[in-house]
């Protein structure tokens, strides 16, 4: 009777959703914990957003009828006119555009590359070895990367047996992007190949029996069914990924800095933490963040428009 009464399409809504919601009220008992939780840290701070509008200062109200100075686009204006807005923007991009050409691309490759390995043990082995770097702290990775790149570290001890100088890699501009890229990627890589793995396994297996039966080799197969059977993931990614284009990993940006790699290294997130939580600066700062979000979402959009008309999948 209660299937029946949630499947009666002639009720309103609210009477077709009860018997469903009574009937699975376990599963919505474990989601409320997180939903309560997503509610108070990340929609109730966005009452917060209207200091970008104002000439806040730290204990003054933001609702208050009077004692509020209003400035509506100032904020935006000034960091849009702001002598490192380009710098700023190229430096977030060209970080972002590299995680996004070898940090989305690589766990994929990693993916499809070790489900054609068929030895269990090995394959297990080198999956769970590549998610261990995820849950090295941000601060040890960067330690890490920075012992390497030393005047005696280890990447100058190997260039130095090939006759090679040694130089103090991290304090160059120009490798600055490189160095983030490869710590970024060797960082996350494994962990963010876990949702292709488990998309790759849920594959019926009889797709790739009847390839082999039809002469299909594993190149064939990885390109004609795994591929197809995991392109929705790839989409929704690329959506998520596009969407924080200018959101780069500020935590490994400030470890990985120096004053004289600046020029290539600052980005939109070093600059928001020395303004805002150094210099005090918090409306100036919640507007370059509400101007990134803004950024983000348009992106998201356009993106996710786009893999829906190329792939059929998308966010919504």
């Not at 090939?162 to 600055?176: F, N, R, T, V």
């Not at 949702?195 to 396994?201: G, K, R």
């Not at 082999?212 to 064939?220: L, P």
Request: with cysteine; aromatic share 16%; glycine share 8%.
């Amino acid at each position: 009777m209660k299937n029946v009464v949630a499947n009666d399409r002639s009720l309103p809504t609210a009477r077709r959703r009860f018997p469903y919601m009574k009937e699975n009220l376990e599963l919505y008992s474990l989601f409320l914990p997180a939903a309560v939780l997503i509610f108070i840290f990340c929609y109730i701070p966005l009452g917060g957003l209207v200091i970008a509008f104002q000439d806040y200062l730290a204990g003054n109200p933001m609702f208050a009828l009077s004692g509020v100075k209003w400035v509506w686009l100032k904020h935006f204006q000034r960091f849009i006119k702001s002598v490192y807005f380009e710098r700023l923007i190229g430096n977030t991009l060209r970080l972002s555009v590299l995680n996004l050409a070898f940090g989305f691309t690589m766990p994929i490759i990693f993916a499809l590359l070790l489900n054609e390995v068929r030895n269990l043990k090995y394959k297990k082995f080198v999956q769970t070895a590549s998610y261990l770097p995820y849950f090295i702290s941000t601060v040890v990775a960067a330690g890490m990367m920075i012992s390497f790149l030393e005047m005696g570290g280890v990447v100058n001890s190997v260039l130095g047996v090939l006759g090679i100088p040694a130089k103090e890699y991290i304090a160059y501009p120009d490798y600055y992007p490189t160095i983030y890229t490869v710590t970024n990627v060797w960082k996350n890589f494994g962990f963010s190949s876990i949702l292709y793995f488990s998309t790759i396994s849920s594959i019926d297996p009889v797709l790739y029996e009847s390839a082999r039966m039809d002469g299909a080799n594993r190149w064939q197969q990885m390109r004609h069914i795994t591929l197809p059977g995991i392109k929705f993931i790839i989409a929704v990614q690329l959506v998520l990924k596009m969407g924080s284009i200018l959101e780069s990993n500020t935590d490994l940006a400030l470890l990985l800095y120096r004053p004289s790699t600046y020029s290539m290294a600052d980005v939109i997130g070093t600059y928001v933490y020395r303004e805002g939580i150094q210099g005090g600066k918090y409306s100036y700062t919640t507007a370059i963040g509400l101007f990134m979000s803004v950024i983000g979402f348009i992106l998201t959009y356009i993106t996710n428009r786009i893999s829906n008309k190329l792939t059929g999948y998308g966010m919504w």
